[in-house]
């Protein structure tokens, strides 16, 4: 509903979402531009429902939320984070759980945490606009610098 194919979208009003767990289910999920522009949207819950995300293009681009928990999600099938979080200039914090990994190879993602000024890592690396590639969708760890933290 908040996604309008003619005239205006009603995106601004979407304040929160939450996946349920039968979302579980699907084998494969394609979340490109599922948020993108929904700059109210200050709540995201149950990401740890989905199974088979392999794509998450501008999936939350411009959002209002300061943190996001990926607790429970299973990143082992992404492929594309192409602008995922650009322009979520609010967003401080992003949960994981101590086991994330994403594929060792066959993804993309430049431009992932584009203007996420505000974003820090759980050991403390703080965003640069040097390092806004799908790289830094890891365990800010010592030596191994990214923007999830442990939870």
Avoid: E, K
């Avoid at 759980?122 to 800010?140: K, P, Q």
């Amino acid at each position: 509903p908040w996604d309008g194919v003619t005239g205006p979208t009603h995106r601004q009003h979407l304040t929160s979402a939450t996946f349920a767990a039968d979302m579980a289910s699907f084998l494969y999920l394609n979340l490109n531009y599922l948020f993108y522009s929904c700059t109210n949207l200050a709540s995201i819950s149950g990401l740890g429902n989905l199974s088979g995300v392999r794509s998450m293009r501008y999936t939350f681009n411009s959002c209002a939320f300061t943190t996001i928990d990926f607790r429970g999600f299973d990143p082992s099938t992404l492929t594309d984070l192409f602008y995922t979080f650009s322009g979520c200039s609010h967003m401080t914090t992003i949960y994981a759980d101590a086991t994330w990994a994403l594929p060792t190879s066959g993804i993309t993602g430049s431009q992932c945490f584009y203007s996420c000024r505000a974003l820090v890592g759980g050991n403390g690396t703080a965003w640069s606009s040097y390092n806004v590639g799908y790289t830094y969708f890891r365990i800010d760890a010592a030596g191994t610098p990214g923007y999830l933290t442990v939870a």
